[in-house]
């Protein structure tokens, strides 16, 4: 634990004009991946719009890894089928989250930094870092990779954990 900074918990809100992958539809879930991690949503049968609403939460030891949102249509007799990936990039929340200190006086839906979508990242319209109820949040539209459609909402909430080295003293190239 002395290696890691803190935890980031992750909220796999919704997905919206998910590619169909069966028939008529897909039974997609969400998987996370950052290293060794892999941590998997539940599936939403017969749905290209689904809500998970599922919290997964990542231990976070090097912000510079890289985080992968994976959607899969799941299948019963074959290999589940993929579609699309987002590469989820904390660096600019992980940065408001430093200047984070003193917030206590601002107003809930506070924006403390907006982030444009651009050919860097894989935002699909503009993300907000917000104060809120004494956190700070971003929430994220992600425009899903490799597949003719999909987008997938996610929140991105940082969990400070005692005895862990926290976000002040890690350098993020």
């Not at 991690?37 to 939460?57: A, I």
């Amino acid at each position: 634990m002395e290696n890691m900074l803190g935890l980031l918990r992750i909220r796999v809100l919704k997905g919206t004009n998910l590619a169909v992958r069966d028939t008529v539809s897909s039974d997609p879930y969400v998987v996370i991946t950052m290293g060794q991690q892999r941590l998997k949503s539940r599936v939403v049968k017969n749905n290209c719009n689904p809500e998970w609403n599922d919290e997964l939460t990542l231990s976070i030891t090097d912000p510079n890894v890289p985080i992968t949102l994976t959607v899969y249509d799941k299948d019963t007799f074959t290999v589940d089928d993929q579609m699309g990936n987002a590469e989820i990039d904390i660096k600019p929340y992980l940065e408001a989250l430093k200047t984070g200190k003193g917030l206590q006086s601002l107003p809930n839906g506070t924006a403390l930094k907006r982030i444009q979508p651009d050919n860097t990242n894989c935002l699909a319209d503009e993300s907000s870092i917000v104060w809120n109820n004494g956190k700070i949040t971003q929430d994220m539209h992600l425009r899903l990779r490799n597949v003719e459609s999909g987008e997938v909402l996610i929140q991105l909430e940082w969990i400070q954990i005692a005895g862990c080295k926290g976000l002040e003293c890690e350098d993020m190239a």
